[in-house]
């Protein structure tokens, strides 16, 4: 006895294709790799995971920079182990653009053209050591309150990949602030040298939320997709309300002589951001732009004979 | 130029001008793509985590140690050719799946037993 066949149906119109996508979207289940999705939502991941990836093989570099200056074997164990994760992170994240048809040489050239971008905050200088603990608590702490939210994500591969992200920034932040705590229990230079720090670092790390939402034209449809699930607002003033009571245990300040608590929402009020400084650093104009794209373009460049060798060896051994 | 915040690290400008799409010509210098599965720990099956880019199959092992069980998160990783796996087709879900939906006799709670059965 044989199997009964089984019909197939017609390929199904785009109309209806549409419909139950909208309809995955609608039940907030997720959408997988192979599913049909509107070309503008597959466009609009593979930018957004690309610069997100970017971002994190970007940002290996300005905490990098203090790998052989670290003060002790166990600050350099920890930075080393995070400057990795960041390494993980784009990973995890070309990893999940690719299954949007991404390729991810590709995607490296684009970065390295200054095609693609990555986030305005890593164009920023490490002046001193006490920036590896203003990174991890004001930078990875924010990066925290954008990423968590994408864990839930309609696209499964990103919102997986922001999973295990988030399970891994929060030793980033920890172990920033930790170290931010140790000085701060040291001499008046180093409180100096941590207050300095976080005057530099306070205000890049709010624009990293991006534009007013009334300045963010791809955060509606994003959201109605449910690609990102809180405006850029939201998320900054979350980000400001965590952040205060954090910088009174540590006994620092933030450089803002507006920011007060509002009695009357509970949250923090916050003086207006220089807008300017942010739209000048992505158009390539902050004080490391170019330092950071020419040394991603020379690790490419000079590490391209190992990647030849291997593939040699694999040929020669297949 | 028009910007959003997303992604992690913040806003990054969006737009016309910001292409996104693989080029045709380029040539494709990279490794192999493979899947990767990790076992949790013993007793559970493997699961699969993400992919990544290696020459052969035993760097890809190496690579899926050092990128996805930095935290013990496994003891035991399968790598396997991205290219060699062969999937249902997601066009294909509803005839692919549902001679099993009409087969309620499969389960369990089908069969109707007196309370007073023990051990049912």
New interface residues.
Partial sequence: MSAPT????A??DEAALQAQFDATIAADHRI?P???MPEAYR??L???????AH??II?MQPEGDWLLAAPSLRRKAILL?KV??EA??G??LY??A?TL??????LT??LIER????????NYPTLTYADVGVIGWL?DG??IC??VP?CRSSYGPYA???I??CK??SFHQRQGYELLMTMMRGTDAQRAMVQDAVDRWWWPSL?????PDD?????AQ?MKWG??RHG?DE?RQRYVDMTVPQAAVLGVTLPDPELALDPETGRYRFGPIDWTE??QV??GNGPCNDERIARRRAARDDN?WV?EA??A??EK?? | ???????????????PE??????AS?A????P?YEVFVRGKRGLNHVH?????A??DE?AVHAARD?YT??NEGVSIWVVRAADIT?S????K???FA?SGDKVYRHPTFYEIPDDVPHM
Avoid: C
């Fill in positions: 089984l019909d197939r149906p390929a199904p997988e192979r599913d049909w466009k609009g593979v930018r957004q995971i690309a610069q997100h971002s994190e940002g182990a990795q994760d993980g992170h990973m995890y990893s999940a690719e048809g991404a390729d991810r040489a590709d050239d684009k095609k693609q971008k990555y986030s305005s905050i890593f930078v924010a990066a954008n990423q994408l997986r990949a922001m295990r992200v891994e920034e624009m990293m939320f991006g534009p300045d963010s034209p791809n955060s994003s690609v990102k850029n998320l942010f739209k992505l158009a391209a990647t291997a593939t060896y694999a051994h297949a | 130029m028009s910007m959003t915040s997303e992604g992690g690290h913040g806003a990054v400008p969006t737009g910001v292409p996104v799409e693989p080029k380029t494709r210098r990279d490794w793509l985590v993400g992919s990544l880019h020459p052969d760097m990128l930095r935290r999937a087709s997601p066009d294909e509803d005839p692919m001679p």
